[in-house]
C-alpha cells in the first residue's frame, strides 16, 4: 500500500509540524506569564510605564521646538490655532454665578420663564 506523501507549504515545512512548534512555544510564554507572581507583574507594569513616560517626553521636547518653528515660519496667531474664543459666544449670564448660555439649544433654568434681556451680555 503506498503512503500519500505529506502536504509541504509555501515555506517548505510540513503543516503540521510548524502548528504543533507554534502551540508548544504559545504554552511555554504562558507558562512563564503564569509563573510570576503578582508582585512582579506589578514591577514590570510601574518599569514599562515610567519607560512610557520617559519615551513620551523625549519625543514632546521635538515636537514642541517643531511646532513653535512652524508657528513662527507661518505667523499663526492663536485665534487661527485654537480657534475664536469661547467667551465670544456668550450671549447671556447669570449675574450671581457667572453661568453662561449662547442662546441655542434648551435654556438653562436660571433663565428659563424670565426676561432674558437681563441677563443679556453685550
Do not use: C
Amino acid at each position: 500500500m503506498a503512503q500519500t506523501p505529506r502536504k509541504i507549504s509555501f515555506f517548505g515545512y510540513r503543516a503540521g509540524k510548524v502548528r504543533n512548534t507554534l502551540t508548544e512555544n504559545s504554552r511555554k510564554n504562558r507558562f512563564q506569564l503564569m509563573a510570576k507572581d503578582y508582585r512582579q507583574v506589578k514591577a514590570r507594569i510601574r518599569t514599562l510605564e515610567a519607560e512610557a513616560e520617559r519615551l513620551r517626553r523625549q519625543e514632546l521636547r521635538g515636537l514642541l521646538v517643531e511646532m513653535r518653528r512652524k508657528i513662527r515660519e507661518y505667523d499663526i496667531l492663536p485665534e487661527q490655532l485654537f480657534g475664536p474664543d469661547l467667551s465670544d459666544f456668550v450671549r447671556y449670564r447669570h449675574p450671581e454665578t457667572g453661568q453662561t448660555w449662547n442662546g441655542k439649544g434648551r435654556p438653562p433654568n436660571w433663565i428659563r420663564g424670565k426676561n432674558r434681556e437681563l441677563f443679556y451680555v453685550e
